[in-house]
């Protein structure tokens, strides 16, 4: 499956993005993750086939995953945004249900080419 991430941008802190990443073929699920300079990539949020969702506790409450499974694209609606949320943000996926382990980069086998993220103060 190949990934293409869209919708980063230069936002003010408190501002929203809404990221989309649209997959050539179905996946079950399907994940966002986040790289910062010099930082490990970390995990942001997750979605299943049937809509459960998980998120980091960085971003919970503020943030909300979403996909359209006839357009095989995955959402990340972001919201009150702060400096450190700037990072390259990819998206992921993976054909099979991975339980528990949503979190783990190791869990997808498809990643985009990122789409970067810049919150100002």
């Known amino acids: 499956v190949q990934l293409q991430a869209s919708g980063g941008g230069l936002v003010q802190a408190g501002g929203s993005l809404r990221l989309s990443c649209t997959a050539s073929?179905?996946?079950?699920?399907m994940g966002w993750f986040r790289q910062a300079p010099e930082k490990e990539r970390e995990f942001v949020a997750a979605?299943?086939?049937?809509?459960?969702?998980y998120y980091a506790d960085s971003v919970k409450g503020r943030s909300t995953i979403s996909r359209n499974n006839a357009k095989n694209t995955v959402y990340l609606q972001m919201n009150s945004l702060k400096p450190e949320d700037t990072a390259v943000y990819y998206c992921?996926?993976?054909?099979?249900?991975?339980?528990?382990?949503?979190?783990?980069?190791?869990?997808?086998?498809?990643w985009g080419q990122g789409t970067k993220v810049t919150v100002s103060s």
């Open positions: 992921a996926a993976v054909e099979a249900y991975v339980g528990g382990s949503y979190y783990r980069k190791d869990s997808y086998n498809s």
């Open positions: 979605i299943t086939w049937s809509s459960s969702t």
């Open positions: 073929g179905s996946s079950y699920t």
